[in-house]
């Protein structure tokens, strides 16, 4: 249940009670930022780990990132269902044991020289779908968690700590693989894992079990009412789809990306980390400027202006040659641009999703967006590593890249162009049920 240590004035405003001071609070939120370190960190020390010690080629890279990516598409509404009927804490520690015992064992085999990639596939399917379970959870957590009055602030905590893991993790996974070894940089993504466990196992507070009364068809039908809403309204349809293309060519893009930057550009995995990490402080002025832009230009021109630019700038990556003094500054350029503009684009993209649907959707309506717009990414993967294999790590670069100018031909041709300086509202009431 909700914190109730929240204080109410007597004007009926909330007093600003420190959340820090809350260890319930303090104990998820070190263990959200240590699990999305060591989440971020794996996604590229498995790809490195089959790169570097395995020596996978293109089309394995592409099957290794598509099989991790594949528990979006398989999971992420069931998760959504799931969670509701659990106690958070409890899937939380689960999940964060799962991930923690998979990534040892694949760094003891490793170091023991028994991992294989039938095995590496394993551990990246299931790191992927535990990663789908406590993403999910812990974002219902924290509203079981604290007061609403405190959930602004809670979020800005917990979302301000996966912004610097997405900065830190990719660093800090390229540096070990580079400086020590990819079998000890797994071991240590295993190690924040178990330091998510330890502390939100010491989450005391008791939370309640939510209400079970809904069946497995139930629960069907709730996931095939947020589908049926999104399909149905004309904004978030094209959110889905834009989002859905930007995603299948970004993941096609990645999987290039991670074997270009080694092997043509000859960068070393703490290089490769520093390139991908410069998207972190990226995403921080994109923050910024989605507080200001879409009110002042019109929430339209700006999704269509920072996507198109934002992907774009990935153009003139194949174009990069020469020493690491000259690729890495332009590489930090790439990644800076693109972290800055793509969160721009995302933030604007959530104020549209949040201000037209209506309360009693917001969770399906996202989960049905995450779901398609992420359920593409595994064959994204798939064609990322064949277009690499067939015609070149620099030929495939270009067209993936040309590929994600799609997502924003699509917002350009729809009514999510045209949205101004303020938001329409939503329906007066949910869609009901099938």
Known sequence: MPS????VSDSGRPVPPSLWRD???????????ASQLGEQSSLVVLPLFAVLTLHAGAGEVGVL????QAPVLLLSLFAGAWVDRWRTRTLMVLTDAGRALALGAAAVAGLLGGLGLPALLAVAFAAGA??????VAYQASLVRLVGRDQLVRGNSALEGSRSAAQTGGPALGGALVSVLSAPVAAAVSAVCFALSFVSIRRIGRREAVPERSAGPPRIRGRIHEGLRFVARDTLL?????ASAAFQFFFAAVMTVYLLFLPRDLHLSGAAVGLALAATGPGALLGSLLAARLPSRWGHGAV?????????????FVPALHGACAVTVPALLTVDFVFGALGQLVNVTVMAVRQTVTPDAMQGRAAATITFVGMGLTPLGSLLGGVLADEWGTRTSLLLAAAGMLLSPALMALS????????????PQAPVPSA
Do not use: K, N
């Open 4 to 7: 109730s240590s929240s204080a």
């Open 130 to 135: 535990l990663s789908v379970f406590f993403d």
């Open 415 to 426: 009514p999510l162009a045209r949205l101004g300086r303020t938001l329409p509202a939503p």
């Open 65 to 68: 990132r598509a099989v991790g």
């Open 237 to 241: 349809r094209t959110v889905c789809l």
């Open 23 to 33: 260890g319930d609070f303090r104990s998820l939120w070190l263990g959200q930022t």
């Open 303 to 315: 999704l269509v202006s920072a996507a198109a630019i934002g992907d774009g700038v990935f153009l």
